[in-house]
C-alpha cells in the first residue's frame, strides 16, 4: 500500500502524459484526468474524469448496446430491445471469509518473522570466511535465503490482495 501511495503520488506531480492500465477501479478514480474506452468495433471513445465518472457518462447505453448486439444476433428487432425495460442485476454485499480475517491477522506478524530470520542469513552469509571455512553450510544457508525470500513475497503478496479487498468492500 505505501508503494501504491508513491506511485499515486508520483503520477499526481508528473505533468506529462501517462498511459495507464490497471484493474484497480479507485486507483483509477484517484489518479487519471480522463479514461479511453474500447467501444467496441475498433471505436474509441475519451471520457473525462476516472473510472466512476467514465461509468456515469457511458451510463445504461452499454446495456442497452449489449441488448442490441445480443438482439441483433438472435434476430429479434432493435425496436423491441431498446423499448424493453432494463434491469440491473445488483451484486449481493460481499465480505471477508473468517480465513481473510485470518490471514489479516497473522500475515503481518509472519512478514516480519520471514525479515528477522532473513536478515540473519543474510548477516551470516556476508561473512568473507565463511565459505571458506564451512561451504556445505554456506549453500544451506543461501538455500534458507532463497526460500524465505519466496515464502515473504508470497504472504506479501496475500496480505495486499485481501487488504485491497477490504478496502473495496468498506468502501
Known amino acids: ?11 499526481a506531480d508528473y ?23 474500447s467501444e467496441g468495433d475498433g471505436q474509441w471513445t475519451e471520457y473525462a474524469g476516472g473510472y466512476s465518472d467514465m461509468v456515469a457518462q457511458r451510463g ?8 442490441a448486439a445480443a438482439a441483433a444476433t438472435a434476430g ?9 425495460p432494463l434491469t440491473i442485476a445488483v451484486a449481493p454485499k460481499r465480505k ?5 480475517k485470518h490471514a489479516l491477522d497473522t500475515l503481518p506478524a509472519k512478514m516480519a518473522r520471514c525479515a528477522a530470520e532473513l536478515d540473519t542469513i543474510e ?10 571455512h564451512d561451504p556445505s553450510r ?4 543461501a538455500q534458507r535465503a532463497a526460500r524465505i ?21 468498506e468502501g
Request: glycine share 2%.
Open 1 to 11: 500500500l505505501e508503494t501504491l501511495d508513491l506511485l499515486e503520488d508520483l503520477l
Open 15 to 37: 505533468t506529462g502524459t501517462v498511459l495507464l492500465v490497471s484493474h484497480d477501479r479507485d486507483f483509477l478514480d484517484r489518479v487519471v484526468t480522463s479514461v479511453l474506452m
Open 60 to 67: 445504461v447505453g452499454v446495456a442497452a448496446r449489449k441488448a
Open 76 to 84: 429479434v428487432d432493435k425496436t423491441t430491445v431498446n423499448a424493453a
Open 96 to 100: 471477508l471469509t473468517f480465513k481473510d
Open 123 to 132: 548477516k551470516d552469509l556476508t561473512d568473507p570466511e565463511l565459505y571458506a
Open 138 to 141: 554456506f549453500t544451506l544457508l
Open 149 to 169: 525470500k519466496t515464502e515473504l513475497a508470497a504472504a506479501e503478496e496475500d496480505w495486499l490482495r485481501i487488504e485491497m479487498l477490504r478496502e473495496e468492500i
